[in-house]
T-cell receptor
Framework: DSGVTQTPKHLITATGQRVTLRCSPR?????VYWYQQSLDQGLQFLIQ???????AKGNILERFSAQQFPDLHSELNLSSLELGDSALYFC?????????????????FGPGTRLTVL | EDQVTQSPEALRLQEGESSSLNCSYT??????LFWYRQDPGKGPEFLFT???AGEEKEKERLKATLTKKESFLHITAPKPEDSATYLC?????????????FGKGTKLSVKP
């Protein structure tokens, strides 16, 4: 158990809908990262937050957005869902921002949310 | 552009048959190379971080090594419970903004 929690474990929805995925980082970690894992693409970095502020963006679609709240939990919002959005979504956390020039530290991953868009 | 290539894509071993997994990388200024283990439908589980060429780390039957262009994950006398997908990731100073770039993984199957 990494200490990172994610809810829900599974989510089934229809195209065009909107969903929210939730993540609670390990105790003491200030950085939260979101990743998407699909069969053909592997793990792809989406977005990073550090202590409530967005720090880095990866391959995140405009239909997707995220935020980190004062209690450090984070939510990933996916809207206008398409079939191709079906994937595993992982949250990871670390103590530091790990942006360029920052401290290199380890990211610990949660158990993931499996999203199925029908 | 930072890039990670893992080989082979899949590896089948008999219990006790040692082997190595390869991770080749290109990155503008390596800050760290990470190995994770992932079981089906689960989140990646952290194994090792390597920071500089020549560094080695061990954990039970696993040993990770690092050169300037690649990393190896050596598995000695594997057991069926070592079956999983092993992921390699790099963190660089450049365009990836310090975030992890993952390879597609090596799926290891160990038969009793």
């Amino acid at each position: 158990d990494s200490g990172v929690t994610q809810t829900p474990k599974h989510l089934i929805t229809a195209t065009g809908q909107r969903v929210t995925l939730r993540c609670s980082p390990r105790s003491g970690d200030l950085s939260v990262y979101w990743y998407q894992q699909s069969l053909d693409q592997g793990l792809q970095f989406l977005i990073q937050y550090y202590n409530g502020e967005e720090r880095a963006k990866g391959n995140i679609l405009e239909r997707f957005s995220a935020q980190q709240f004062p209690d450090l939990h984070s939510e990933l919002n996916l809207s206008s869902l398409e079939l191709g959005d079906s994937a595993l979504y992982f949250c990871a956390s670390s103590p530091y921002p790990t942006t360029s020039g920052g401290i290199t530290d380890t990211q610990y991953f949660g158990p993931g949310t499996r999203l199925t868009v029908l | 552009e930072d890039q990670v290539t893992q080989s082979p894509e899949a590896l089948r071993l008999q219990e006790g048959e040692s082997s190595s997994l390869n991770c080749s990388y290109t990155v503008s200024g390596l800050r760290g190379l990470f190995w994770y283990r992932q079981d089906p439908g689960k989140g990646p589980e952290f194994l090792f971080t390597l920071y500089s060429a020549g560094e080695e780390k061990e954990k039970e039957r696993l040993k990770a090594t690092l050169t300037k262009k690649e990393s190896f994950l050596h598995i000695t006398a594997p057991k069926p419970e070592d079956s999983a997908t092993y992921l390699c990731a790099v963190q660089g100073h450049g365009g990836s903004q310090g975030n992890l770039i993952f390879g597609k993984g090596t799926k290891l199957s160990v038969k009793p």
